[in-house]
Protein backbone atom coordinates (compact mmCIF):
# COMPACT_ATOMS: atom_id res chain seq x y z
CA UNK A 1 0.00 0.00 0.00
CA UNK A 2 1.32 3.59 -0.72
CA UNK A 3 2.38 5.71 2.06
CA UNK A 4 -0.36 8.60 0.78
CA UNK A 5 -3.08 6.05 0.85
CA UNK A 6 -2.22 4.39 4.35
CA UNK A 7 -2.22 7.31 5.79
CA UNK A 8 -5.54 9.12 4.03
CA UNK A 9 -6.90 5.88 6.00
CA UNK A 10 -5.51 6.14 8.80
CA UNK A 11 -7.20 9.74 8.78
CA UNK A 12 -10.62 8.45 7.75
CA UNK A 13 -10.82 6.29 10.96
CA UNK A 14 -9.74 8.72 12.93
CA UNK A 15 -12.55 11.23 12.09
CA UNK A 16 -15.26 9.19 10.03
CA UNK A 17 -17.54 9.08 13.32
CA UNK A 18 -17.37 12.61 13.58
CA UNK A 19 -18.77 16.06 11.94
CA UNK A 20 -16.32 16.04 9.57
CA UNK A 21 -16.92 12.58 8.37
CA UNK A 22 -18.51 14.03 4.89
CA UNK A 23 -15.60 16.23 4.09
CA UNK A 24 -13.31 13.23 5.25
CA UNK A 25 -15.38 11.18 2.62
CA UNK A 26 -14.96 13.55 -0.31
CA UNK A 27 -11.02 14.42 0.25
CA UNK A 28 -10.76 10.42 0.16
CA UNK A 29 -12.73 10.02 -3.50
CA UNK A 30 -11.57 13.40 -4.68
CA UNK A 31 -7.92 12.77 -3.88
CA UNK A 32 -6.72 9.19 -3.87
CA UNK A 33 -10.24 7.50 -5.25
CA UNK A 34 -10.40 5.84 -1.78
CA UNK A 35 -14.30 5.45 -0.62
CA UNK A 36 -13.41 4.95 3.25
CA UNK A 37 -16.56 2.27 3.48
CA UNK A 38 -14.94 0.52 0.68
CA UNK A 39 -17.79 1.20 -2.60
CA UNK A 40 -18.33 -2.70 -2.79
CA UNK A 41 -19.17 -3.13 0.46
CA UNK A 42 -21.65 -0.08 1.03
CA UNK A 43 -24.11 -0.74 3.80
CA UNK A 44 -25.74 2.73 4.51
CA UNK A 45 -29.03 1.40 5.75
CA UNK A 46 -27.14 0.32 8.76
CA UNK A 47 -26.12 3.72 8.99
CA UNK A 48 -29.58 5.53 8.63
CA UNK A 49 -30.57 6.69 12.31
CA UNK A 50 -34.43 7.21 12.99
CA UNK A 51 -33.46 8.96 16.02
CA UNK A 52 -31.26 12.04 14.08
CA UNK A 53 -34.82 12.17 12.06
CA UNK A 54 -36.99 12.47 14.63
CA UNK A 55 -35.01 15.52 16.25
CA UNK A 56 -35.34 17.08 12.80
CA UNK A 57 -38.98 16.51 12.98
CA UNK A 58 -39.07 17.80 16.26
CA UNK A 59 -36.68 20.89 15.31
CA UNK A 60 -39.71 21.71 12.81
CA UNK A 61 -42.78 21.10 14.62
CA UNK A 62 -41.61 23.34 17.37
CA UNK A 63 -41.69 26.32 14.60
CA UNK A 64 -45.24 25.73 14.70
CA UNK A 65 -47.90 25.57 11.72
CA UNK A 66 -45.80 25.75 8.52
CA UNK A 67 -48.19 27.39 5.54
CA UNK A 68 -47.28 28.42 2.34
CA UNK A 69 -46.15 32.50 2.80
CA UNK A 70 -45.84 32.32 6.32
CA UNK A 71 -43.30 33.49 8.45
CA UNK A 72 -42.70 29.95 9.87
CA UNK A 73 -42.40 28.16 6.73
CA UNK A 74 -39.01 30.72 5.95
CA UNK A 75 -37.92 29.41 9.21
CA UNK A 76 -37.87 25.43 8.20
CA UNK A 77 -36.48 26.37 4.96
CA UNK A 78 -33.61 28.15 6.37
CA UNK A 79 -33.36 25.19 9.09
CA UNK A 80 -33.48 22.56 6.05
CA UNK A 81 -30.72 24.68 3.95
CA UNK A 82 -28.49 25.01 7.41
CA UNK A 83 -28.95 21.29 7.72
CA UNK A 84 -28.14 19.96 3.49
CA UNK A 85 -25.48 22.54 3.33
CA UNK A 86 -23.58 21.35 6.47
CA UNK A 87 -23.90 18.21 4.95
CA UNK A 88 -22.13 18.70 1.65
CA UNK A 89 -25.33 19.38 -0.10
CA UNK A 90 -25.80 22.34 -2.71
CA UNK A 91 -28.97 23.98 -2.18
CA UNK A 92 -30.84 25.76 -4.86
CA UNK A 93 -34.38 28.23 -4.40
CA UNK A 94 -36.79 27.39 -7.23
CA UNK A 95 -39.36 30.36 -6.46
CA UNK A 96 -42.49 30.93 -8.09
CA UNK A 97 -46.25 32.61 -7.46
CA UNK A 98 -49.29 30.63 -8.02
CA UNK A 99 -53.04 31.10 -8.29
CA UNK A 100 -54.70 29.73 -5.28
CA UNK A 101 -58.25 29.94 -4.03
CA UNK A 102 -57.29 32.61 -1.92
CA UNK A 103 -55.25 34.72 -4.05
CA UNK A 104 -51.69 34.57 -5.56
CA UNK A 105 -49.63 32.82 -3.07
CA UNK A 106 -45.87 32.86 -2.93
CA UNK A 107 -44.41 29.73 -3.21
CA UNK A 108 -40.47 28.03 -2.91
CA UNK A 109 -39.36 24.68 -3.48
CA UNK A 110 -35.63 23.77 -2.15
CA UNK A 111 -33.60 21.38 -4.65
CA UNK A 112 -30.30 20.07 -3.18
CA UNK A 113 -27.43 18.52 -5.06
CA UNK A 114 -24.09 17.12 -4.03
CA UNK A 115 -21.50 19.59 -4.50
CA UNK A 116 -18.80 17.99 -4.27
CA UNK A 117 -19.18 15.99 -7.11
CA UNK A 118 -21.21 18.29 -9.30
CA UNK A 119 -19.76 17.14 -13.02
CA UNK A 120 -22.01 14.00 -12.35
CA UNK A 121 -25.64 14.68 -13.26
CA UNK A 122 -28.04 13.24 -10.67
CA UNK A 123 -30.56 10.59 -12.27
CA UNK A 124 -32.82 10.09 -9.09
CA UNK A 125 -34.97 11.81 -7.27
CA UNK A 126 -35.63 11.82 -3.27
CA UNK A 127 -38.88 14.34 -2.90
CA UNK A 128 -40.98 15.38 0.11
CA UNK A 129 -43.11 17.96 1.02
CA UNK A 130 -42.48 20.01 3.91
CA UNK A 131 -45.68 22.89 3.81
CA UNK A 132 -48.67 22.19 6.12
CA UNK A 133 -52.35 22.44 5.68
CA UNK A 134 -53.51 26.13 5.82
CA UNK A 135 -55.93 26.00 8.66
CA UNK A 136 -58.16 28.84 10.20
CA UNK A 137 -59.29 26.87 13.09
CA UNK A 138 -57.44 24.48 14.54
CA UNK A 139 -53.30 24.52 15.17
CA UNK A 140 -51.77 21.87 13.17
CA UNK A 141 -48.36 21.47 13.17
CA UNK A 142 -47.97 18.62 10.50
CA UNK A 143 -45.54 16.37 12.99
CA UNK A 144 -46.44 13.65 10.54
CA UNK A 145 -48.12 14.97 7.45
CA UNK A 146 -45.08 17.38 6.08
CA UNK A 147 -43.05 16.83 9.10
CA UNK A 148 -42.10 12.59 9.38
CA UNK A 149 -41.05 13.16 5.80
CA UNK A 150 -38.87 15.95 5.31
CA UNK A 151 -36.90 14.71 9.04
CA UNK A 152 -36.65 11.40 6.99
CA UNK A 153 -34.69 13.01 3.83
CA UNK A 154 -32.53 15.87 5.88
CA UNK A 155 -31.34 12.33 7.81
CA UNK A 156 -30.89 10.29 4.08
CA UNK A 157 -29.37 13.64 3.05
CA UNK A 158 -26.20 13.02 5.60
CA UNK A 159 -25.91 9.31 5.03
CA UNK A 160 -25.36 10.08 1.39
CA UNK A 161 -23.13 12.59 1.80
CA UNK A 162 -20.96 9.85 3.73
CA UNK A 163 -20.74 8.01 0.27
CA UNK A 164 -20.16 11.39 -2.43
CA UNK A 165 -20.52 8.74 -5.52
CA UNK A 166 -23.69 7.79 -4.64
CA UNK A 167 -24.91 11.15 -3.05
CA UNK A 168 -24.05 12.68 -6.79
CA UNK A 169 -26.78 10.35 -8.52
CA UNK A 170 -29.33 11.99 -6.45
CA UNK A 171 -31.39 15.27 -6.10
CA UNK A 172 -33.55 15.92 -3.25
CA UNK A 173 -36.46 18.00 -3.72
CA UNK A 174 -38.54 19.58 -0.95
CA UNK A 175 -41.48 20.76 -2.52
CA UNK A 176 -43.75 23.93 -1.13
CA UNK A 177 -47.38 23.73 -1.24
CA UNK A 178 -48.36 20.15 -1.46
CA UNK A 179 -51.37 20.87 0.46
CA UNK A 180 -54.94 21.98 -0.93
CA UNK A 181 -56.54 25.30 0.12
CA UNK A 182 -60.10 23.53 -0.73
CA UNK A 183 -59.73 19.96 -2.65
CA UNK A 184 -56.91 18.02 -4.80
CA UNK A 185 -57.78 19.32 -8.41
CA UNK A 186 -55.82 20.54 -11.62
CA UNK A 187 -55.58 24.33 -9.92
CA UNK A 188 -55.52 23.51 -6.43
CA UNK A 189 -52.94 21.06 -4.15
CA UNK A 190 -49.90 19.85 -5.64
CA UNK A 191 -48.22 23.39 -6.64
CA UNK A 192 -44.51 23.07 -6.14
CA UNK A 193 -44.61 19.31 -7.50
CA UNK A 194 -46.50 20.62 -10.66
CA UNK A 195 -44.31 23.53 -10.78
CA UNK A 196 -41.22 21.46 -10.56
CA UNK A 197 -42.44 18.62 -13.08
CA UNK A 198 -43.59 21.41 -15.42
CA UNK A 199 -39.70 23.25 -15.33
CA UNK A 200 -38.43 19.69 -16.10
CA UNK A 201 -41.20 18.69 -18.89
CA UNK A 202 -40.63 22.70 -20.74
CA UNK A 203 -36.91 22.15 -20.75
CA UNK A 204 -36.42 18.74 -21.50
CA UNK A 205 -34.43 18.11 -18.34
CA UNK A 206 -36.86 15.51 -17.10
CA UNK A 207 -35.58 12.70 -19.18
CA UNK A 208 -32.22 12.47 -17.11
CA UNK A 209 -34.02 11.25 -13.82
CA UNK A 210 -34.98 7.17 -14.63
CA UNK A 211 -37.16 6.77 -10.96
CA UNK A 212 -37.71 8.64 -8.10
CA UNK A 213 -39.20 8.34 -4.47
CA UNK A 214 -42.06 10.24 -2.41
CA UNK A 215 -42.26 10.03 1.40
CA UNK A 216 -45.32 11.28 2.85
CA UNK A 217 -46.49 10.83 6.42
CA UNK A 218 -43.66 8.08 7.23
CA UNK A 219 -43.54 8.35 11.55
CA UNK A 220 -46.85 7.09 12.69
CA UNK A 221 -46.18 4.69 15.61
CA UNK A 222 -48.13 2.22 14.21
CA UNK A 223 -46.69 1.86 11.10
CA UNK A 224 -48.34 0.88 7.51
CA UNK A 225 -46.51 1.58 4.69
CA UNK A 226 -49.14 1.81 1.79
CA UNK A 227 -47.80 1.80 -1.73
CA UNK A 228 -50.37 2.81 -3.95
CA UNK A 229 -51.53 0.99 -6.60
CA UNK A 230 -50.55 2.84 -9.70
CA UNK A 231 -46.94 2.46 -8.31
CA UNK A 232 -44.25 1.83 -11.37
CA UNK A 233 -44.51 -1.87 -10.87
CA UNK A 234 -40.35 -3.16 -11.00
CA UNK A 235 -39.90 -0.36 -8.61
CA UNK A 236 -42.55 -1.18 -5.99
CA UNK A 237 -41.28 -5.16 -6.14
CA UNK A 238 -37.84 -3.46 -5.44
CA UNK A 239 -39.09 -1.45 -2.59
CA UNK A 240 -40.67 -4.76 -1.32
CA UNK A 241 -37.63 -6.60 -1.83
CA UNK A 242 -35.24 -4.26 0.30
CA UNK A 243 -37.71 -4.44 3.10
CA UNK A 244 -37.85 -8.21 3.31
CA UNK A 245 -33.80 -8.37 3.24
CA UNK A 246 -34.06 -6.19 6.36
CA UNK A 247 -36.79 -8.15 7.95
CA UNK A 248 -39.82 -5.35 7.52
CA UNK A 249 -41.44 -6.52 5.00
CA UNK A 250 -44.42 -6.90 7.11
CA UNK A 251 -44.57 -2.88 7.41
CA UNK A 252 -44.90 -2.28 3.53
CA UNK A 253 -48.30 -3.42 1.48
CA UNK A 254 -50.42 -2.11 -1.38
CA UNK A 255 -52.88 0.33 -1.21
CA UNK A 256 -56.23 -0.12 -1.57
CA UNK A 257 -56.53 2.55 -4.13
CA UNK A 258 -54.40 5.07 -6.30
CA UNK A 259 -53.37 8.03 -4.85
CA UNK A 260 -52.92 12.21 -5.53
CA UNK A 261 -49.54 13.47 -3.98
CA UNK A 262 -46.48 15.22 -5.11
CA UNK A 263 -45.76 11.95 -7.01
CA UNK A 264 -48.61 12.93 -9.65
CA UNK A 265 -46.79 15.03 -11.32
CA UNK A 266 -43.54 13.24 -11.81
CA UNK A 267 -45.01 10.43 -13.44
CA UNK A 268 -47.14 12.61 -15.49
CA UNK A 269 -44.13 13.53 -17.17
CA UNK A 270 -42.47 10.41 -17.55
CA UNK A 271 -40.12 10.18 -13.69
CA UNK A 272 -41.54 6.69 -12.63
CA UNK A 273 -42.25 7.25 -8.93
CA UNK A 274 -43.17 5.72 -5.75
CA UNK A 275 -45.17 7.27 -2.93
CA UNK A 276 -44.13 5.82 0.36
CA UNK A 277 -46.80 6.98 2.38
CA UNK A 278 -48.55 5.89 5.37
CA UNK A 279 -51.93 6.78 4.79
CA UNK A 280 -53.66 4.77 7.63
CA UNK A 281 -53.14 7.60 10.54
CA UNK A 282 -56.30 8.70 12.24
CA UNK A 283 -55.23 11.83 13.26
CA UNK A 284 -54.53 13.47 9.13
CA UNK A 285 -55.34 17.05 9.09
CA UNK A 286 -56.10 17.25 12.74
CA UNK A 287 -54.99 19.68 15.31
CA UNK A 288 -53.45 15.99 16.96
CA UNK A 289 -50.55 14.98 14.08
CA UNK A 290 -48.51 15.84 16.68
CA UNK A 291 -44.57 14.78 18.03
CA UNK A 292 -46.34 12.32 20.63
CA UNK A 293 -48.17 10.00 17.70
CA UNK A 294 -44.24 9.26 15.75
CA UNK A 295 -41.79 6.85 16.55
CA UNK A 296 -38.17 7.00 15.50
CA UNK A 297 -38.59 3.14 15.15
CA UNK A 298 -40.68 4.00 12.49
CA UNK A 299 -38.51 6.30 10.79
CA UNK A 300 -35.94 4.06 11.00
CA UNK A 301 -37.27 1.63 9.23
CA UNK A 302 -38.84 3.62 6.19
CA UNK A 303 -35.18 5.15 5.92
CA UNK A 304 -33.28 2.03 6.24
CA UNK A 305 -35.19 0.20 3.85
CA UNK A 306 -35.12 3.35 1.48
CA UNK A 307 -31.59 3.04 1.75
CA UNK A 308 -30.88 -0.44 0.91
CA UNK A 309 -33.17 0.29 -2.40
CA UNK A 310 -31.07 3.33 -3.39
CA UNK A 311 -28.11 1.17 -2.70
CA UNK A 312 -28.51 -2.37 -4.18
CA UNK A 313 -31.29 -0.99 -6.74
CA UNK A 314 -32.18 2.44 -7.84
CA UNK A 315 -28.44 3.83 -8.12
CA UNK A 316 -26.50 0.67 -8.95
CA UNK A 317 -24.14 0.92 -12.81
CA UNK A 318 -27.39 -0.42 -15.23
CA UNK A 319 -30.63 -0.14 -13.31
CA UNK A 320 -33.22 0.28 -14.68
CA UNK A 321 -36.81 1.07 -14.26
Known sequence: ???????????????????????????????????????????IWEEFSGDKALVHVERLVDLGPRPPGSETIDKSRDYIERELRMFGWQV???????DTPRGKVRFL??????????????????????????????????????????????????????????????????????????????TDGLYGSRYFARQLADSGTGKKFRGGILFDMVGDHSLDVTLPTDSPVEMARDIFASADALKFRSYFSYFDREMTDDHTPLNAIGIPTVDMIDFDFAWWHTADDTIDKLSAQSLQIVGSVAAYYLSEFALKQGADF
Not at 93 to 98: K, V
Open 109 to 186: NLIARFRALASTAPSFLLCSHYDTKTFDTIRFVGANDGGSSTGLLLELARVLGLHPNLAAKVELVFFDGEEAYENFSE
Open 92 to 98: IRQAFTG
Open 1 to 43: MKRTTWVALCFARRFHSSALAPSVSVFLVLTLGVDPLHASEHR
